[in-house]
């Protein structure tokens, strides 16, 4: 029972202001319970690494910090440490690589890889839809 539903509302819509536009979820399993969501970017991570609650998000580097240092999502943690073991098993490294051509093809195979893992999220999630939508 909420004995506060004013209260309650208030922090609902400063929490969904705080979040911004987009999406609110982890991008490759759909986390999204707002509750529990804190709004990222690049310089957010940057600035809060210490203090990032690491049951919630961590920052992947897409393909590699020492490829694209700059190219991160914040992805749940669960996530994060999945993608990181499918890069090892693939054999995409993620040191650097002074060859330009080198560097350049592990930078599309981690980035296929994640292109792969978000392709099964979405078709796990539109399952869920369906399932939803069908009688039983």
């Given amino acids: 029972m909420d004995r506060h539903p ?9 929490r969904n202001k705080r979040l911004g536009e987009g999406p609110r979820v982890c991008m490759l399993c759909g986390y999204a319970e707002p509750i529990s969501l804190i709004p990222v970017n690049s310089a957010w991570l940057d600035s809060n690494k210490e203090f990032l609650p690491h049951s919630l998000f ?47 093809v592990l930078r599309l195979e981690a980035l296929a890889l994640l292109h792969d893992v978000t392709a099964e999220a979405l078709r796990r999630w539109a399952s869920e ?3 939803k939508k069908e009688p039983k």
Avoid: W, Y
């Fill in 58 to 104: 961590e920052k992947d580097h897409i393909v590699g910090r020492k490829h694209d240092p700059a190219f991160v999502v914040a992805i749940c943690r669960n996530c994060h440490a999945k993608v990181t073991e499918l890069r090892r098993q693939a054999g995409i490294s993620m040191l650097f690589e002074p060859d330009q051509a080198k560097r350049e």
């Fill in 6 to 14: 004013v209260k309650t509302v208030i922090r609902k819509v400063r």
């Fill in 129 to 131: 839809k369906r399932s």
